[in-house]
């Protein structure tokens, strides 16, 4: 599987005239069985998504003594009572979406030194159900992270409508982050990965298709 993942991100960043480098892969381990997360560190994987902080704190913690190079990313939604946690273990989190995450956040990484790179969630659907800021308040939120705060916002993550063409959700985002001339871009999973490197995704993020279905 890792292979196959492999060989049509490089194929859809040639097509796209981008380098493979470019775009970093998030094999998203949540619900997975430990043998096949133990799999993919086995076959090289060292980038790695989670959506639970206490999840991936079992999973990971005692994992991460032997894997020096691990780089985990915190690809769910975040509560401000686990912020502390998540600044401990996570070392980028992509889902900063509202003003209380941002200052629960920024005031665990002075707290323990820790100045992690983020990214804001954006829903772009604007679905009342999802997490994420709306497209039209990113402009002066992200003004609000990174100069009120002073987080470090290095781009924009989103995750589009199951039921909606997603082309049209991945160039809303970046037609947001260049505005913001952020560089990187979360976006993109198993179902729509290769689209998403087409619209210049910098990180996407990898389940299914790397690991099979969740047991």
């Not at 003594?65 to 691990?70: A, E, G, I, N, R």
């Not at 997490?131 to 992200?142: K, Y």
Request: charged fraction near 25%; aromatic fraction near 6%.
């Amino acid at each position: 599987m890792l292979v196959d993942v492999q060989s049509k991100l490089a194929k859809a960043a040639k097509l796209a005239d981008r380098n493979t480098n470019e775009v970093s892969l998030i094999a998203v381990s949540k619900q997975q069985p430990e043998a096949r997360i133990d799999s993919a560190l086995e076959a090289g994987l060292r980038i790695f998504g989670e959506n639970r902080v206490q999840e991936a704190q079992g999973r990971w913690q005692p994992r991460r003594p032997h894997f020096p190079d691990l780089e985990l990313h915190l690809i769910g939604p975040l509560q401000s009572n686990k912020a502390g946690d998540a600044v401990a273990l996570f070392d980028i989190i992509h889902t900063v979406d509202r003003p209380k995450i941002a200052r629960a956040l920024k005031t665990e990484m002075d707290k323990q030194n820790r100045q992690l790179p983020c990214f804001i969630q954006v829903n772009t659907g604007d679905e009342p159900q999802k997490a994420g800021i709306s497209p039209s308040e990113v402009l002066d939120f992200h003004h609000f992270c990174s100069s009120e705060i002073g987080l470090d916002i290095t781009g924009l993550m989103c995750i589009p409508p199951i039921d909606e063409e997603a082309a049209m959700h991945f160039a809303l985002l970046r037609t947001l982050a260049d505005k913001l001339s952020l560089s990187k871009l979360s976006m993109g999973m198993s179902s729509d990965y290769e689209e998403a490197i087409a619209f210049g995704a910098t990180h996407i993020r990898v389940g299914s298709a790397l690991f099979g279905a969740r047991l």
